[in-house]
């Protein structure tokens, strides 16, 4: 337990290790954040419950799904709220020493699992920004924009345009900023967006 608690400081996505049924043993701070925005609670008994759904959803059957296949699983949910989020969760079956001797013993796997929730925009909530932002892009900062749009990635968009692969990684981090975006491909995404509308 003292590797998977150590293991939990180091996510940086919200993360909770719960019992076959369910129920938390231990969360990191990000976990903690997430309870406290409102998207996953824990229920009466102490299981992981989704909320912003159309209904509560129990992550119970998942998780005894995976702890008895011994096999781990990614599921997306919708979460309905003011920022149209699609919530991803990965569930990783945890095997112990202890576990697989009981396991022998009764024909059946028994373990935790590590619950590892991530929260990201969907193309629906990446509105484009106001006409006066996108009039800002420099004429280097539109080329890289407009190769990046097309599929190249950054290294190859720098050769193209003659520019070093530094300062098309400059370029990008100022239009990660006026777009208020934090990936690329968040990025291509809103560009395409933009020439839509």
């Known amino acids: 337990m ?14 909770f290790v719960v019992d076959g049924g369910g129920i938390v043993k231990v969360h990191n701070s990000a976990g903690t954040g997430l309870i406290e925005d409102s998207r996953v609670g824990l229920s009466s008994t102490g299981q992981l419950v989704l909320r912003g759904t159309r209904a509560a959803r129990h992550l119970s059957s998942q998780i005894s799904v995976c702890c008895a296949s011994g096999r781990s699983q990614l599921d997306g949910f919708k979460v309905e709220g003011p920022d149209s989020r699609e919530l ?16 022998a ?7 935790d699992a590590l619950v590892v ?11 484009a920004p106001p006409q006066s ?8 900062e539109r080329r890289v924009a407009d190769k990046l749009k097309d599929g190249c990635d950054l290294k190859s968009a720098a050769a193209e345009l003659g520019i070093s692969y530094q300062t098309a990684r400059t370029h990008l981090r100022s239009l990660f900023a006026k777009m208020d975006v934090h990936r690329q491909s968040d ?6 967006t933009e020439d839509k509308s």
Request: charged share 25%; net charge positive; aromatic share 4%.
């Open 2 to 15: 003292r590797l998977v608690a150590a293991l939990l400081e180091l996510l940086a996505d919200p993360a």
């Open 88 to 103: 991803s969760v990965a569930i990783f079956p945890l095997m112990s020493e202890a576990s697989g001797d009981i396991a």
């Open 105 to 111: 013993k009764q024909g059946r796997n028994i373990c």
């Open 117 to 127: 929730f991530s929260v990201e925009r969907t193309i629906n909530s990446l509105r």
């Open 133 to 140: 932002v996108r009039g800002k892009f420099t004429p280097t």
């Open 187 to 192: 990025l291509v995404r809103r560009l395409l």
